[in-house]
């Protein structure tokens, strides 16, 4: 049985200490016989991520180093999202008060880039904002249909190599992308392009075991779990802490937020933005997609209000960082 109970979830200290063996890599735990498929056309020869071998792939270490252990690529993680760009788009904006704190910090005529960018969720709220923005991502079908949808400039690019000069932004931002990249390279890739004093923004789920999900997309992963039997999935959150990572290369912490944002989909809606998440790459390996949709909408079908939608309550961490002047 599901729980339909939205469970207490305990808020932690803002100040986290962090203790841990290893930096946060996506990674699924699955039986060895199981292996997430990515269609040829979706291969990229300019990954986002760092040392991406085929046959395992890279697991940084706590300081930011890597090392190669028998997990998937990154990559083969991700190669899905472009896919399902085309639905990207039902995929909840984030809340005005984000947008707004950074004018506390950053001035609206400063360079602004969303990396790990997506469809531009967020970048056509900074463009609002700030009169200088582009979107950069890794996944040249996320980036087309970004230009589909904005008015913006988006550049294919990836955090390990990005087609920017020196100090070329006051502000870079990553809503939900930079735990794909989070470790001492690509933190220090994204200090290069920022000016001296310049600022990052980060918004992606709460690292560690913070705060439990609870709600829809909890639900779908106990039900995708449920089908394919052998495979347990791994939340980013668990190994992800950004705050030492940034610290050991160069950013003062400004401010932190904890948070949980509560989010209302319809049951066509959220059955298309279930398929944009990691999790949903066990649906497609296992070969199990219609299986798991059907559950997956009389689950829903059966807990949905009277106005027809379905909640989820989503832990957000959201971090202010400043580049270190060098003295």
């Avoid at 699924?28 to 760092?50: C, G, H, R, W």
């Avoid at 300081?63 to 990154?74: D, K």
């Avoid at 931002?173 to 990249?181: K, L, N, Q, V």
Wanted: aromatic fraction near 10%.
């Amino acid at each position: 049985m599901l729980s339909q109970d939205i469970q207490e979830i305990k808020k932690p200290s803002v100040n986290i200490e962090v203790s841990y063996k290893q930096q946060y890599n996506p990674i699924l735990s699955v039986n060895p016989q199981y292996t997430v498929v990515i269609p040829e056309a979706s291969v990229k020869s300019d990954t986002m991520f760092q040392n991406d071998l085929p046959e395992g792939s890279v697991q940084p270490s706590s300081n930011g180093t890597s090392s190669r252990t028998n997990t998937i690529p990154q990559s083969k993680l991700a190669s899905g999202f472009g896919a399902h760009a085309s639905i990207f788009a039902k995929r909840q904006g984030y809340p005005d008060e984000i947008y707004e704190m950074l004018t506390e910090y950053v001035q609206n005529k400063e360079n602004v880039l969303d990396l790990g960018c997506g469809t531009g969720i967020a970048t056509k709220s900074l463009i609002k904002i700030f009169s200088n923005v582009r979107g950069c991502d890794w996944d040249k079908d996320m980036i087309k249909e970004a230009e589909n949808n904005d008015s913006g400039h988006f550049d294919v690019g990836s955090a390990y190599d990005l087609p920017y000069e020196d100090g070329q932004f006051g502000l870079v931002t990553c809503f939900g992308s930079y735990h794909w990249f989070c470790d001492n390279e690509a933190t220090k890739e994204i200090s290069r392009v920022l000016k001296p004093s310049g600022y990052l923004l980060v918004v992606s789920g709460s690292p560690g075991n913070s705060k439990k999900i609870t709600g829809a997309f909890s639900d779908s992963q106990k039900i995708i779990e449920e089908v394919v039997t052998d495979a347990k999935i791994v939340h980013p959150r668990e190994t992800y802490f950004p705050i030492e990572v940034l610290e050991r290369n160069g950013f003062e912490i400004v401010k932190t937020e904890d948070v949980v944002e509560t989010k209302s989909y319809t049951v066509d809606d959220i059955l298309d933005v279930i398929q944009t998440r990691h999790m949903w790459q066990y649906a497609i390996q296992a070969k199990k997609e219609d299986v798991i949709l059907q559950k997956l909408k009389e689950h829903f079908e059966s807990i949905k209000d009277k106005n027809g939608l379905v909640y989820d309550y989503m832990p957000q961490f959201r971090i202010v960082a400043k580049k270190k002047s060098k003295n």
